[in-house]
């Protein structure tokens, strides 16, 4: 039973120290570039991927 609880314990920080880099890794590139950029796990694992505009509707 314990090992079951440190497990989901582990699990549930290792995704919360996830989200945290990835918030800080994507304030840092809207802070330094002027490009756009997508705030998601990419397959490569890096934690924001470039993404481009969308054009407004005419």
Known sequence: MSK???EN???HAEENNMKQNMKAVYAQSQATSA???AQ???KNN???IP???RPAPQ
């Open 4 to 6: 079951l609880i440190d």
């Open 35 to 37: 490009g756009f950029y």
């Open 46 to 48: 890096n934690y924001i």
């Open 40 to 42: 998601r796990l990419s």
């Open 9 to 11: 314990v582990r699990r």
């Open 51 to 53: 993404a481009l505009p």
